[in-house]
């Protein structure tokens, strides 16, 4: 089962469409949002035939294992208090994955140039806010499209991260009126070591009081 029909169960148990608003919670009279609640952290291979044979280290047998997961741990928070106040109307529990290098290089030509966007990215990251898709297959393909640096947000991810940087990606995916919506925020760091070739992948779920 891929990532987004995973995410659309777990969407089910919320019983609610998740919003990605940061004004709304600056406006809002209520509690602001709680720390994420963290699921699982490990490391999966990058390697193309690892993913190819959905091997179990490859970062696709492991998002799928950490989608399950968050999908479980969902089905029990939405029916706990909600941490918000009681002038939220709408307190949602939302689905976030990140996904970064286990190791960058040490030293390589277009160091300088990672670090000074490390350091930009970490105050203010690049983000691709809202994209909305009729379907999953659709979805699928604009997020692997950014990751590779096709399609207009991809090349525009790799014009702002060139060269030998790397990205770390942290997005947050819902469904909204039978619709796929994701938001991803990327922070551009240095260059990953494709010896070790391997991604820290992490799971986390996030009540969003509004």
């Avoid at 999908?71 to 029916?79: C, D, F, L, Q």
């Avoid at 909600?82 to 160091?111: G, H, I, K, R, W």
């Avoid at 659709?138 to 030998?164: F, I, V």
């Avoid at 619709?179 to 992948?201: E, M, P, W």
């Amino acid at each position: 089962m891929s990532m987004f029909t995973r995410l659309s169960t777990v969407m089910t148990y919320v019983g609610c469409a998740l919003a990605w608003v940061t004004a709304a919670f600056a406006q809002a009279p209520c509690t602001p949002p709680q720390p994420d609640i963290s699921i699982r952290s490990t490391l999966a291979s990058a390697g193309f035939f690892d993913n190819l044979r959905n091997s179990d280290d490859s970062i696709r047998h492991q998002m799928d294992q950490l989608l399950s997961q968050s999908e479980n741990k969902a089905s029990e928070i939405v029916t706990q208090k909600s941490p918000c106040s009681s002038s939220c109307s709408s307190p949602l529990v939302a689905v976030v994955f990140s996904s970064s290098p286990n190791m960058t290089l040490p030293q390589y030509e277009d160091s300088p140039t990672c670090q000074k966007l490390l350091e930009t990215t970490k105050q203010q990251p690049i983000v691709y806010s809202g994209r909305v898709f009729e379907t999953q297959n659709d979805a699928e393909e604009w997020y692997n499209d950014l990751t590779q640096g096709d399609g207009t947000d991809g090349e525009d991810l790799y014009n702002r991260c060139p060269g030998q940087c790397s990205p770390s990606y942290t997005s947050v995916i819902y469904r909204q009126g039978g619709k796929f919506v994701i938001t991803t925020s990327i922070v551009c760091g240095h260059a990953r070591d494709k010896d070790d070739n391997q991604y820290r992948l992490s799971s986390s779920l996030r009540w969003m009081c509004m």
